[in-house]
């Protein structure tokens, strides 16, 4: 039962993130400045992990491979793929960004196939297609309901999640050796550190004059939607398991829905929901099938 809380919390802390950014725009900041706040209020916590990590008598020295693939892959997976997610926030909703970021295990398994020749089988075909068509409903309904671009937020935001199943394909090894806090401290501090210094070279100092209510909604990406969700999803792994896990973890895009609709008056059609569902059909079946073959 805590597996099953810690996860779902994890799910509904990342799927906040989307409602807080969109809040924050409302106040005219950037969205290279939001999320150097949101990375700076969350850098002391991982800095505390690793410093921990570092004073465990067992834990292994980093190779100079270590290193850099912990570089390579803060960057990529984190620095990047959020990066990528703010700008896209700034033109579609929240609903449809968190669809379009829940499609990385397809696009984990399409990577495979690619890159390592792993066949995709005739269910993982049909959950690629199911995934897909429900994207384009949701991205209709976006086209119809507001004035934004939504090609180009949805562009952003696939970038975001397909950086992300880069990260969690080149991970793998580099996790195993190092272990999964450590090395989730080790990339959180690279992205964290490169989202300032981006803010130092792109902004003046002027520009951290904002109102207390971004601050206040920076900390709270920070704190719930950050940092919090990352530990808690590693303590439901411990608990539950991977695959179940995910499973609580497709709470994720409905909850997002959800919370659009009461804090930012997103409206739930009927391409949406119809979309949404065939989403979460096509993740689980890609996901529960990965878990089979395990």
Do not use: W
């Not at 379009?100 to 297609?129: C, K």
């Not at 979309?275 to 099938?289: N, P």
Request: hydrophobic share 60%; aromatic share 10%.
């Amino acid at each position: 039962m805590a597996g099953v809380i810690f996860a779902l919390v994890a799910a509904i802390g990342f799927s906040a993130k989307a409602i807080m950014v969109k809040l924050a725009y409302l106040d005219k900041v950037d969205a290279i400045t939001l999320l150097a706040l949101r990375m700076a209020f969350s850098l002391p916590f991982f800095l505390i992990v690793a410093a921990r990590a570092n004073r465990n008598k067992h834990s292994q020295a980093l190779t100079a491979r270590d290193k850099l693939a912990v570089l390579g892959l803060g960057l990529i997976g984190y620095y990047l793929a959020s990066y990528l997610d703010f700008l896209g926030l700034q033109y579609i909703s929240a609903g449809l960004e968190r669809l379009i970021l829940f499609l990385y295990p397809t696009m984990v398994v399409l990577i495979s196939a690619l890159v390592f020749g792993d066949r995709i089988g005739r269910t993982a075909r049909l959950a690629l297609l199911i995934s897909y068509a429900g994207i384009a409903l949701v991205f209709v309904h976006d086209m119809k309901a507001t004035e934004l671009d939504a090609l180009t937020g949805s562009i952003l935001v696939f970038g975001s999640a397909l950086a992300y199943a880069v990260y969690l394909v080149g991970a793998g090894h580099t996790i195993a050796r190092i272990g999964a806090s450590r090395f989730t401290a080790y990339v959180m501090t690279v992205a964290c550190v490169a989202c300032l210094v981006q803010f130092a070279v792109t902004h003046p100092v002027a520009a951290l004059n904002l109102p207390p209510r971004v601050y206040a909604l920076s900390i709270g990406m920070a704190v719930f939607s950050t940092v919090l969700p990352a530990f808690l999803l590693a303590a439901a792994m411990r608990r539950i398991g991977s695959m179940h896990t995910s499973m609580v973890g497709s709470i994720g895009p409905v909850s997002t829905i959800f919370l659009a609709y009461v804090f930012l008056g997103e409206r739930m059609s009927p391409e949406q929901i119809a979309g949404s569902i065939l989403v979460l059909a096509g993740v689980l079946m890609i996901s529960l099938g990965k878990r089979a073959q395990e």
